[in-house]
């Protein structure tokens, strides 16, 4: 049974309120809200309305926003849920706020640590936007904007320096470690990665780092010098993707090795134009 609009309204609300709270720190449990969610309609359970609010997290990803934690974007969503999302953002500046708020943090960041390895995510964030019309960025896009930040980057790259080089050291492999190098700082920034680095074996390994605040399973962009260098040096080439970096959950990575036609689903959102 289709969802109605005031169950739509109601969700998308609950969900922005949730949103709020995790990024001021604010503790709260989700399934206690999905109870209250489904008492007060009682022909949505719990684990419809967990659905829905994966919906609402592919809806805010494809209009540039970055979505709540643990609520992974799930497709095939109806229109009037984007429209209920747009709507709701739109009188919602506080939560612009506290995400613009979140940028600037990371404008600020030091050194930071990644403390865990994570598999890469189950759900491909471009697949569920691909061929998807209604979903455009109507104010910021707030995940260009980060991608955008040269500071996050830089930090990121940082980070991954260290942790290639503590790795190394730590398996007594200290003439590669100290062989590591920020290519992006000493050769420039057009290379196709950012970091050589070496296995264990002492073959290179040519790393990208692409660096969010955000979730895990947000989207990430890439250059095509990047996605080149990936297919030429397809058995070299990592792409590092660091998340919740500077945030209180603390940094994550997940790897992806080769080809990122193979890796990722590549979408092409920008093209270059001269007139004809």
């Not at 780092?209 to 030429?232: H, L, Q």
Request: with cysteine; hydrophobic share 40%.
């Amino acid at each position: 049974m289709p969802w109605t609009g005031p169950e739509i309204d109601a969700a998308v609300e609950v969900y922005f309120d949730m949103m709020m709270l995790d990024m001021q720190g604010r503790q709260f449990v989700k399934a206690r809200v999905y109870r209250k969610l489904s008492e007060l309609f009682p022909a949505r359970n719990v684990n419809s309305i967990e659905r829905k609010m994966s919906n609402i997290s592919a809806v805010l990803v494809g209009l540039g926003y970055p979505h709540l934690h643990g609520l992974s974007p799930l497709a095939n969503y109806q229109r009037s849920l984007v429209e209920s999302v747009i709507s709701q953002l739109n009188e919602r500046e506080s939560l612009d706020s506290v995400i613009e708020v979140e940028l600037t943090n990371a404008a600020q960041l030091g050194p930071v640590d990644i403390v865990r390895e994570s598999p890469a995510p189950s759900v491909v964030i471009t697949d569920i936007l691909h061929g998807r019309k209604a979903a455009r960025p109507f104010k910021r896009n707030y995940l260009e904007l980060e991608a955008a930040s040269r500071k996050l980057g830089l930090e990121g790259e940082l980070a991954v320096v260290r942790r290639e080089q503590r790795l190394l050291h730590g398996l007594g492999r200290k003439k590669l470690a100290d062989q590591v190098e920020h290519v992006a700082v000493t050769q420039g920034d057009g290379l196709g990665y950012d970091i050589l680095s070496f296995d264990t074996n002492g073959r290179e390994k040519l790393i990208e780092v692409k660096t969010t605040t955000f979730a895990i399973d947000v989207p990430f962009f890439v250059t095509r010098g990047e996605v080149r260098m990936s297919e030429a040096a397809s058995d070299s080439y990592h792409l590092y993707r660091l998340f919740s970096f500077g945030s209180s959950r603390g940094a994550g990575l997940y790897q992806l090795k080769g080809d990122l036609n193979k890796t990722c689903r590549l979408d092409a959102i920008s093209f270059r134009a001269a007139p004809a």
